[in-house]
């Protein structure tokens, strides 16, 4: 039996970044988490739990998409999990009613699967005008098919996130999916703010990838932009220097409501921690100068990931370091009622991260632990 105490410089503990704690590491697993005692064995960088990602595309060279398969979300989670994202919403995007089956079918086939939290359902239920690289050919008004098989998951007990455009869904089919315990995200949508604040009212609770892909907000029309900064909802954000300008990230923060109600999403595709470019919708998404362009020449998702987000948000944003991880671990977490992914204590060792004093570099706790007592032992 191992039983050690570590003591990084920081531990991020869910909420807080702390200093002079240690972890006490019992066979692989975190047992304690405590003011770090004498015999305790140190480490640089800052501990903490692996990043979770609500809206993940693609990676290692695959989309959820094209391969709509319980190996093919094992292969993206395998990959994102080389970056500190430790655990994945797979995201499935405008398509036909089939490969959202597939993917669906997926989802349950990989319920008790490492690093696999649920599906996300972005599209097709969405507004033509913001559909940004979604396909308008399978967008659609939201019917009983995709209905069905949200109900499915759900009573599979699958966490599911949908997102959709209030114009594409009645009131009443938006209350139907939150009752059913799907967390409805708003997004892709061309909608009035009094549109959106109604969504939100039948039980919308989130909102998809803030400023990118909805109405923007002027001084006397503040769109879904405006209805969501000033709502309550919990809204995801991606942060690569492209999508988003720092500035207006910043903005967003300072004008919610409350605390931790925005969170870091990659919206990453097939490029993290694969080849240069890849398919969709039968045509060529190449990678130029850190972002994803499509045959129209838009923007694609993301060629990031949530530690290089995470970074940016402290270094660009400005914002302190405890807030970026809760954006990057804690508040997905409990979007999705995962809180177990923002906690230290009880976690297997490979499901904690090591982040370098500068956060320009990740690598698994478990490595670290056992580099250190192999160091030890030679001593």
Not at 61 to 83: D, Y
Not at 255 to 267: C, E, G, K, T
């Amino acid at each position: 039996m191992t039983d050690i105490w570590i003591a990084p410089k920081h531990v991020f503990d869910g909420q807080r970044v702390l200093s002079g704690h240690a972890v006490r590491v019992v066979d692989d697993i975190v047992v304690d988490l405590d003011k770090a005692p004498k015999e305790a064995l140190q480490i640089n960088g800052c501990v903490t739990p692996g990043f979770v990602d609500l809206q993940v595309n693609g990676g290692g060279g695959v989309m959820l998409n094209t391969t709509p398969t319980r190996e093919g979300m094992a292969s993206i989670a395998s990959a994102h999990r080389r970056f500190g994202t430790v655990a994945i919403m797979p995201t499935v995007i405008t398509d036909t009613a089939g490969v959202l089956d597939r993917a669906a079918e997926a989802a349950i086939a990989a319920k008790d699967d490492e690093g696999i939290i649920g599906l996300h359902i972005e599209g097709p239920h969405i507004s033509v005008a913001r559909r940004g690289t979604h396909n308008d050919a399978n967008i659609r008004d939201m019917d009983i098919r995709t209905m069905d098989v949200v109900a499915r998951l759900r009573r599979l007990d699958i966490p599911v996130m949908i997102t959709l455009a209030p114009e594409a869904a009645s009131e009443a089919q938006i209350t139907a999916l939150a009752d059913m315990g799907a967390v409805v995200s708003i997004g892709h949508t061309d909608a009035s703010a009094n549109d959106v604040e109604a969504a939100i009212a039948a039980g919308a609770s989130c909102a998809t990838h803030l400023f990118n892909a909805m109405s923007p907000m002027t001084g006397r029309a503040p769109g879904a932009v405006g209805a969501i900064i000033n709502s309550g909802i919990h809204a995801g954000i991606i942060c690569d220097g492209h999508h988003v300008d720092d500035r207006m990230i910043r903005l967003a923060l300072r004008a919610r409501p409350a605390d931790d109600l925005m969170f870091l999403v990659s919206d990453a595709m097939a490029t993290v921690g694969g080849p240069d470019h890849f398919e969709l919708y039968g045509q060529s998404v190449r990678l130029t100068q850190g972002r994803l362009i499509n045959a129209e020449g838009n923007l694609a998702g993301a060629h990031v990931t949530q530690a290089a987000g995470v970074a940016r948000l402290v270094h660009h944003v400005g914002i302190p370091l405890d807030q970026a991880l809760r954006m990057a671990v804690t508040v997905p977490a409990q979007v999705m009622a995962q809180d177990r992914l923002s906690q230290i204590v009880g976690r297997h060792s490979r499901d904690l991260v090591v982040l370098s004093d500068d956060l320009t570099r990740t690598h698994g706790f478990a490595d670290a632990c056992a580099g250190i007592v192999a160091q030890n032992a030679t001593e």
